[in-house]
């Protein structure tokens, strides 16, 4: 994901995928199996919440980024480790899900579904 320093929007928080440039084709069944996965504290999917950062997909696997909407979310492995496995269908490769450094926050969220969250 890139973003201009010292930018605070929604849009400039909203991550891209690098392999929405590289597998086009294969965004949307990995997009779609993604967002089955739910955070069971906040009930929404993985993806409205912001937690994928990046998709890098090369020859023979995938590498998926994510991060948590707390460092020590009790769900977090369970949450890490159901993204790989979708991943793994929807994309039909071996998939490693590493977790980011970067500190998650509301405007990483979906456009649309912070205002309709009911905290801000």
Known sequence: MTEEAGSNSQADQQAVWEAERTHPLMMKPLADSLSQIYDPEIRLNILELGLVRNVVIEENHATITMILTTP???YGPVLLDAARQKAEEAL????KVELGGEYWN???????????????
Do not use: K
């Open 92 to 95: 039909g490769m071996a998939v």
């Open 106 to 120: 509301p405007s990483f969220m979906a456009e649309g579904v912070r205002d309709n969250w009911g905290l801000f």
């Open 72 to 74: 020590f979310c009790p």
